[in-house]
């Protein structure tokens, strides 16, 4: 595989291996309506795009959550036709936060595999910076990836952004997330928490909290990023506008 594919135009074979599983896989799934046709282009050669890229990924952490292929057809049925590859690289992160730390370990090769691309002594410091891997010890043994992570960090190697600004970036994106976290899990102790121990009694109460209790992080985080999300265009509408 060369390091040069376009990631809008990928050959079967290119697609399995930027999503690290099978050509027979990417079959399976199409036949079963899983992912849709590929572009038919000169000589009856399948072009596959950016969205079937990351619908391959969210179906590989539907299944990661346990989830069988028929309920996956369920669940991708409900979700809006016209969803573009970002939308779905966003849907899938959100299913992947809630799941427990996965963290892969993957040699240079294999990670240059998933990659799509090689990748110099900068793109690693890069990626690392950004979380999305680190070396493994010794330091020729491999690096512990995050597959969650790792498309995305992949993408921003071509976005001109400094390394300084992805280490500064990186840190006000953690201060501020841990502060939050720090406010709603104060919240969520004095006003639900505190309450439903005085009423240990009542059996619908302790149901319904432990019901709220298994729901809650999916439903903090899906409100997080809509809330962030319109908090950026918003922002970035203004300072372009200001310019």
Known sequence: MTGTEDPTTLTVDELAA???????????????GLLPPPVIGPRRVGHYGAEHLSRLALIEELQHQG?????????????????SAQDLAIHRALVASWAPDSAEDATRAELERRAGRALGEQDIARLAAMGVLERAEPVDGGYRVDPG??????ELLGVPIAHE???????VLLEHSRSAAQELTRLFRDEVWDP?????????HVAAMKSL????????IQALVTAFQRSLKEELRAAFTAE
């Open 213 to 220: 209790s298994a729901h809650m992080q999916p439903m903090v």
């Open 149 to 154: 992570l790792l498309r995305l960090g992949v």
């Open 196 to 204: 439903y121990r005085e009423r240990e009694s009542d059996p619908e």
């Open 18 to 32: 930027r999503a690290g599983v099978t050509v027979r896989t990417v079959r399976f799934y199409s036949t079963r």
């Open 67 to 83: 989830m069988t292929l028929a309920a996956i057809e369920r669940y991708l049925e409900q979700l809006p036709p016209d969803l």
């Open 165 to 171: 600004t992805i280490l500064a970036a990186r840190t």
